[in-house]
């Protein structure tokens, strides 16, 4: 009987996480972030401890992806996706 109820209270407690990881407000924050990401399309340039950086942001996928490329005078090239 004691298994049942452990059995019961497991599945309850797995639907509810399903529920609250699928919630509407959790993938509306989601989609609000990935649209700032996206502002930072463009070339950008600083200069570090490590020399001139380098960093350009693209767009792609239809717009479902962005792509991060870093470049440094000290440092192998980077790629971010």
């Known amino acids: ?20 990881a699928s919630s509407k407000s959790e ?3 989601d989609a609000a972030a990935f649209s700032r990401l996206k502002t930072l399309a463009g070339e950008w340039e600083a200069d570090t401890a490590m020399g001139k950086a380098h960093l350009s942001y693209e767009v792609i996928a ?5 792509v991060e490329k870093e470049t440094a005078e000290k440092m192998p090239a980077m790629l971010t996706r």
């Open 1 to 20: 009987m004691k298994r049942q109820y452990f059995v019961l209270a497991s599945l309850l407690l797995a639907a509810v996480a399903v529920h609250a």
């Open 62 to 66: 239809g717009g479902t992806a962005l």
């Open 27 to 29: 993938h509306t924050n």
